[in-house]
């Protein structure tokens, strides 16, 4: 749809889906770290410091998602990145109802430095050529450094659905929330 394309220059040549080997490699390796990382916080970082705040910051983030998401329809990366994004918020908020908001927030806080090094090389920071490019007729336009601000919003839709069913296989091991 040219939404964001993968410059040749960086890639291996091989496709599956009309994708190329190292995006698919992106949802094993991206969420196996983050994962890893939410894991190894919520170990050292026992405590939930953003108990409090974590519904507010949730309805917060659902109302700007929203609206951002609606007034921008039609910018597809945007549009659908935020509205998914806050639905999925409302479905761990109201149906899920998940106790470990506030560290997944935390844990998401703490997961955006090496994000913003890793993406920011990817999208153009530190190199000549980017390896992924992006139509800004489909986004915001809105970059921190050189990464369009809805990567940040999708990599927290990606890292919570992931944090969701690693807890929800901790549970059915009898490992409830807290764990430590």
Known sequence: MGVWGFNPLHLAGINL???????????VTIPFASLFTYEVI????????????????TYVLIVILLAV?????????????FLLTALYLMFNLWVLKVKYMGQ????????????????GILTGSFIE?????YDNAENL?????????????????????NANIFEWLLRRRGKAWPRY
Request: charged share 15%; glycine share 4%.
């Open 42 to 57: 919520n170990y050292h970082f026992p405590k939930d410091y953003l108990k409090n705040v974590a519904r507010p910051v």
């Open 141 to 161: 336009g809105i970059r921190l450094f050189t990464i369009p601000i809805e990567d940040s919003v999708y990599g927290m839709l990606l890292i919570l659905m």
């Open 129 to 133: 050529q980017e390896v992924v490019y």
């Open 17 to 27: 889906f009309n994708l190329p080997i190292e995006e698919w490699m992106f949802f």
């Open 69 to 81: 998401g609606i007034i921008s329809f039609g910018k597809w990366y945007t549009s659908v990145t």
């Open 104 to 119: 997944f927030y935390f844990a998401y806080a703490l997961v955006l430095i090496p994000f913003f090094i890793v993406n």
